[in-house]
C-alpha cells in the first residue's frame, strides 16, 4: 500500500493527465515486460510494494513518445569552442529529459594561457559558468533542477580557483569533486610538492600537496564542496557510476598497442581478448615517451603508468621518473623447428635466382646445427658454398622480399603463441646474436623498429634489454670508400643472460654454452627521458577480467584504462532494491533477494533495449557496452527491523552475507550477455520516498525530519524510527560511515553513493581525517557535509535550529 509521502510525490512528479499513481507503475511495468503478461504483473507488484523501483526518468517517461528512460549521462569536452557549446547543447537535451550530467573539464586551458588565433583564455571556470546558467534554465524533464557535477584534476593550473569556486557564491548548481591520485595523497602525508601541468602546453610548476588539500578540506568544511575522487582505487576496479565521468580524461592507448593476453600479444583493438576487454573511444592526442633503454611508448597523456615503486604517474608527468620494468612471464614449451628456420631466414636469408630461390651463407664445420637443420628443410648445398632452395617449398616468408634493413617482424610472429614466437626469435638470434666474453648477449640489427620490437617480445617473456647505436662510420674496400648504415644492438646484460637462455636461447650449442649463469638479478633503471606529441590518433581503453587491475603495456606497466572507466556518451539505467522489505520476524529471506534481483536485471535490460536516447552518439555507445546499474535501498530500516547497529561489526558481517547474494545473483542473470557493470549503489532520494524506507545505504537521517523538494516539503516519520537500533547519520562516528562504505564496495562492480555527515561542530581536521581515513581504507570517492555549512536544504530534522541538511537526494547530483 502506497504512503501518504508517495502518493503525493507521484501525483505531483510523476503521473501523467489523468493517470492515478497506481497508474504510473502499470505503465512502467507494461512498457519494460515487452508483452510478457506474467513478468508485467509481477514487476508492477514489485513496484507497487516498494521492494524494486527503477531510476525517476523510466518512471517519469516509460511508455511515452521519446521516452529517455536513464538517470546519468557521461558527456566529453575537449578545448575547442564547438567542443564546449556541443556539450552545452546536448547536456540541455538531456536536462530536458530528465537525466543528470558529469563532466571532467580538465582538459580545458587555464585562464590567461595563450590562444593559437591570437589572445589568452578566459579558463575553466568561466566556462563552467555558462554550464551552471544553463541549469537555472533548463529543468530536468520540467519537474527537477539539473544535476550536474563537475571534476577537476588536481594537476590543473586553475585547481585552488576551482576549490574555492562556492566559497565566492559561483557555480551553486554544481557538485564539485577533484579527482586524485596515491601520488598526491602520499604527497600531502609527505609534505612534498606536485607538478602542476598546462593541459595544452605542457608548462609545469611545483605546488604543495599539501597546501592543494588543506585548501580544498577548509572549503569543504564551509560547504560541503568539493568532494575527493580517488582514480588509482576507481581504475583497480570497473569505474562506479557517480564518478564515470572521470573517464573524459581520456587515459586511452593507440589502436596498435600491444597488451599481454596470456601466451600472447596482442593490439588493444583485438577481437575477444582472453583476459581484458577493449573498447574504442575516439581520436585523441597522444603523446610519444621515449626511454632511457631504447623503446618509446604511445599513450594519451593522462594514462597511468606505474613507477619504480609501485605508485602511479600520469604520462605527461613521467619525465625523469623512474618505471617499473614492464616484464611478463610468457613461456615457450614446445618450440617447432619449422619456427627456428623462419627466424634464421628473417636474419641471414636473402631471395637469389631471378627470386625463385632462398639461400643462405653458411660455415658448414662451425655452424654445422644450423646447417643440418636447414638440410632437414630441403635445403641443397651449392658449388658456391651457400645453401639453396626454391622458395616455392618455403612458406610465410613474405619478409625476403625486402633487404635486411627493410625487413619488420612480420604481425603474425608479433602476436603468435609463445612457442612459435620464441622459435622465431631463437631462430633471429642464432643469425644475428652473439655472446660475448662479459656474458653478454647482443643482437644487431639495422632497422630499428625491428629492434625495438623484439625488445618488447624479449621483455614480454621477462627479459629486460636495452638497445644502443652504432652510428654510420667510413669502410674501405678494394672498389672505394663507403659509409656504413646506422645499425642497433640489443643488449641483454650478463645477469639476465640465462634467463634468456631458459626462455628463447641460441640454436647451437656452441653459443648457449658460453652463456654463464650468475647468481642474482641484474637491475637497470627505466627511464622516462622525454616525449613529443604525436597528434591525433585512434585510440582504445581496456579493463582485466581480473586482478590486477593492470597490464603488461607497450613493455611497460599501465593501469586500466578507465576503467576502468564508462566511454564517452554512455549512460547508465539505474534501478534499487529496497532490502527492508525482506525482513520478517528477525530474518532476512536470501532466497526471495537472489529472485528479485534477477527481477530487477531484466527490468533494467529492457530499460536500454527500449530507451529513447537524446544524442546518436549515446545510443551507438549503450547498444555497445550495455551497463546496468541494479542498487539496493531501505539498508538502515533492514538493519533496525533485524535488530543490527549501523555501526557495529554485526553490520559488516551482514553486509558480507547480504553483498554475496546481491553479487552472485545478478552474475547469473545472462551470464553469457555482457554488461559494462551491474552493480551500483546509487543515490534513491525520491525513490526513498515512493518505498518508504531509509535512501540507500545511509543510515536514518534523524528520527524525525523533513525533505525539501521542488515540489515542496516533505515530512518523514516512521513508526520504526522508534527502535532501540537506531543510529541516526550524526550518531554513527565518520569513521563507520566510511567502514560501511568500504565494506559495500567490494560487492560492487560500480561504486557506491555516500555521504559522510559530520556534526556542526566538526573541525576542519575532522575533515581532512575523514579524507586520509577514506583513501586508506580504499574507497573510491567520497563526499563529507558537515551540518548547517549551508544555506540550502533538502534534508533537515524537524524540529531544529539551525536547520540540518544532507547531501544524499536525488534532489542534487551525486554522480
Known amino acids: ?80 569552442i564547438h567542443s564546449i557549446f556541443t556539450t552545452i547543447s546536448n547536456m540541455a537535451y538531456i536536462f530536458k529529459g530528465g537525466g543528470g550530467v558529469g563532466i571532467n573539464f580538465s582538459n580545458l586551458r587555464e585562464k590567461n594561457a595563450f590562444l593559437s588565433g591570437g589572445g589568452s583564455s578566459s579558463g575553466v571556470l568561466s566556462f563552467m559558468e555558462i554550464f551552471d546558467h544553463v541549469v537555472d534554465t533548463v529543468k530536468q524533464g520540467g519537474m527537477r533542477r539539473g544535476a550536474l557535477m563537475g571534476i577537476l584534476d588536481y594537476t590543473h593550473p586553475e585547481i585552488y580557483n576551482f576549490i574555492k569556486v562556492k566559497l565566492e557564491g559561483k557555480l551553486q548548481n554544481f557538485n564539485l569533486s577533484i579527482m586524485v591520485t596515491d601520488e598526491f ?19 609545469v610548476s611545483k605546488v604543495g600537496a599539501k597546501d592543494i588539500f588543506d585548501v580544498a578540506c577548509f572549503a569543504s568544511w564551509v560547504n560541503g564542496d568539493p568532494a575527493f575522487l580517488f582514480y588509482d582505487r576507481i581504475n583497480e576496479d570497473n569505474p562506479f557510476f557517480p564518478e564515470v565521468k572521470i573517464n573524459t580524461v581520456n587515459p586511452c592507448q593507440p589502436a596498435d598497442s ?169 631462430g633471429l638470434f642464432e643469425a644475428n646474436g652473439s655472446v660475448n666474453k662479459q656474458n653478454q ?34 669502410v674501405e674496400w678494394d672498389n672505394g670508400d663507403y659509409i656504413s648504415k646506422e645499425s642497433y644492438n640489443l643488449q641483454i646484460a650478463p645477469r639476465n643472460a640465462w634467463l634468456f637462455k631458459e626462455k628463447i636461447g641460441f640454436y647451437s650449442s656452441m653459443k648457449n654454452d658460453k652463456i654463464i649463469k650468475l647468481e642474482g638479478e641484474y637491475y637497470t633503471k627505466l627511464k622516462i627521458v622525454g616525449y613529443i606529441p604525436v597528434g591525433e590518433m585512434e585510440v582504445w581503453d581496456y579493463s582485466m577480467y581480473e586482478l590486477p587491475h593492470h597490464n603488461f603495456c607497450q613493455g611497460v606497466i599501465a593501469s586500466n584504462c578507465s576503467e576502468v572507466a564508462m566511454p564517452h556518451y554512455s549512460a547508465c539505467c539505474l534501478g534499487s532494491i529496497n532490502v527492508s522489505k525482506f525482513v520478517w520476524k528477525n530474518s532476512f529471506n536470501f532466497d526471495r533477494f537472489g529472485e528479485v534481483v534477477q527481477t530487477g ?131 554513527v562516528s565518520p569513521e563507520w560511515h566510511i567502514k560501511v562504505l568500504a565494506k559495500w564496495q567490494e560487492y560492487l562492480d560500480g561504486g557506491c553513493s555516500k555521504t559522510i555527515n559530520m556534526p556542526n561542530d566538526a573541525s576542519v581536521e575532522d575533515i581532512k581525517n575523514a579524507y586520509l581515513t577514506a583513501w586508506k581504507m580504499g574507497v573510491k570517492g567520497i563526499t563529507v557535509y558537515r551540518d548547517g555549512s549551508r544555506d540550502q536544504q533538502v534534508l533537515y530534522s524537524k524540529p531544529s535550529q539551525p536547520p540540518k541538511m544532507g547531501k544524499c537526494s536525488d534532489e542534487t547530483c551525486t554522480l
Open 185 to 203: 595523497m602520499n604527497a600531502v602525508l609527505e609534505d612534498k610538492d606536485i607538478d602542476v601541468v598546462s593541459p595544452k602546453n605542457g608548462i
Open 441 to 474: 648477449i647482443s643482437l644487431k640489427g639495422t632497422n630499428k623498429e625491428m629492434i625495438k620490437d623484439v625488445q618488447l617480445i624479449l621483455a614480454s617473456f621477462g627479459i629486460p634489454s636495452w638497445i644502443s647505436i652504432n652510428k654510420p662510420t667510413k
Open 1 to 80: 500500500m502506497l504512503s501518504k509521502n508517495a502518493i503525493y510525490l507521484l501525483q505531483q512528479r510523476y503521473c501523467k493527465n489523468g493517470e492515478s499513481p497506481e497508474g504510473v507503475f502499470k505503465r512502467v511495468a507494461n512498457f519494460l515486460s515487452k508483452g510478457d503478461f506474467k513478468f508485467e504483473d509481477n514487476l508492477q507488484t514489485l513496484m507497487t510494494n516498494g521492494v524494486f523501483l527503477p531510476n525517476s526518468p523510466c518512471l517519469f517517461n516509460a511508455g511515452m513518445p521519446n521516452g529517455m528512460l536513464h538517470a546519468c549521462f557521461i558527456l566529453p569536452i575537449e578545448d575547442d
Open 601 to 731: 536485471m531484466r527490468a533494467l535490460t529492457s530499460i536500454n533495449e527500449l530507451s529513447e536516447y537524446p544524442l546518436p552518439e549515446i545510443k551507438e555507445a549503450m547498444q555497445k557496452y550495455n551497463p546496468v546499474g541494479l542498487g539496493i535501498f531501505g539498508f538502515a530500516d533492514c538493519l533496525i527491523k533485524l535488530g543490527i547497529r549501523y555501526d557495529s561489526q554485526d553490520c559488516l558481517d551482514f553486509i558480507d552475507k547480504l553483498g554475496t547474494v546481491y553479487r552472485d545473483s545478478s552474475l547469473a542473470y545472462n551470464p553469457d550477455t555482457f554488461y559494462f557493470y551491474r552493480r551500483i549503489i546509487a543515490p534513491t532520494g525520491s525513490l526513498s520516498i515512493l518505498a518508504d524506507c531509509s535512501s540507500g545505504i545511509e543510515p536514518v537521517y534523524d528520527v524525525a525530519f523533513e525533505r525539501s523538494l521542488t515540489i515542496g516539503k516533505i515530512e518523514e516519520v516512521r513508526d520504526l524510527y522508534k527502535s532501540e537500533f537506531v543510529r541516526t547519520a550524526h550518531e
Open 258 to 426: 600491444l597488451l599481454l593476453d596470456g601466451e600472447y600479444l596482442r593490439r588493444i583493438d583485438s577481437e575477444k581478448p582472453e583476459t581484458w576487454k577493449s573498447w574504442y573511444t575516439g581520436i585523441k592526442e597522444v603523446i610519444r615517451l621515449e626511454l632511457n633503454n631504447g623503446m618509446h611508448v604511445d599513450f594519451t597523456p593522462e594514462h597511468k603508468l606505474m613507477l619504480a615503486d609501485g605508485t602511479w604517474c600520469e604520462a605527461k608527468n613521467s619525465i625523469g621518473k623512474e618505471l617499473k620494468w614492464g616484464l611478463g612471464n610468457r613461456k615457450s614449451l614446445h618450440i617447432n623447428e619449422k619456427d627456428i628456420v623462419q627466424g634464421f631466414l628473417f636474419g641471414d636469408g636473402f631471395r637469389c635466382g631471378c627470386n625463385e630461390g632462398v639461400s643462405v651463407k653458411l660455415t658448414k664445420r662451425k655452424e654445422w646445427e644450423i646447417y643440418e637443420l636447414l638440410s632437414s628443410f630441403g635445403f641443397e648445398e651449392e658449388d658456391c658454398g651457400v645453401l639453396y632452395i626454391n622458395r616455392k617449398k618455403l612458406m610465410d616468408t613474405e619478409f625476403l622480399n625486402y633487404k635486411t634493413f627493410d625487413r619488420q617482424l612480420p604481425k603474425y610472429i608479433l602476436e603468435s603463441h609463445s612457442d612459435r614466437t620464441a622459435g622465431f626469435l631463437r
